[in-house]
């Protein structure tokens, strides 16, 4: 599964499904070659907050989405969304990181990007630059979106996602 979806699944995404779409594909990003088969995929799937009108969902019937739990309302046809790319879209990403207190820096040794939770010390002096914190609090990523992506897939249980 592609991080992007694997992300989506701790946030509690359902019956994700992937589908062979229709139309010529999307444009190849840089570094990429082009998709002369001319198949490609999406990934779709209910999102976390119209869960609650899948039939045996512990939620099903209300309308939960701001955490009240006591509005009932009528139960309706789960509805399936393509799944955000949380690995290259900072419309995704940047509110899942503002949620969860997660931060990123460029590396300045190698060409990576860090992401880190926003609780963790750091360090600064003449000499140098970096974070206390424990191994697990970070997460390494070409991108700074794919270091968050691999930060929540790290946290996921801790963070309650």
């Given at each position: 599964m592609p991080l992007y979806v694997q992300v989506a699944e701790r946030l509690g995404w359902l019956d994700l499904v992937r589908t062979r779409m229709s139309g010529?594909?999307?444009?190849?990003?840089?570094g990429e070659f082009p998709n002369l088969s001319g198949a490609?995929?999406?990934w779709f799937g209910?999102?976390?907050t119209d869960a609650v009108s899948i039939p045996g969902h512990p939620s099903h019937g209300r309308h939960c989405i701001y955490g009240d739990d006591t509005c009932e309302c009528e139960p309706r046809d789960p509805v399936r969304s393509v799944v955000p790319h949380y690995d290259e879209h900072w419309e995704a990403i940047g509110p899942l990181m503002y949620r969860y207190g997660i931060s990123v820096a460029k590396c300045a040794t190698r060409p990576i990007w860090v992401a880190f939770r926003?609780?963790?010390p750091l360090i600064e002096s003449d000499e140098m630059f970096g974070m206390d914190g424990y191994p697990d609090d970070f997460a390494y990523g070409v991108t700074p979106q794919v270091a968050v992506c691999v930060l929540l897939l790290a946290l996921s249980e801790e963070m309650g996602c």
């Open positions: 010529p594909p999307p444009e190849p990003k840089a490609h995929y999406e209910v999102h976390p926003n609780t963790i």
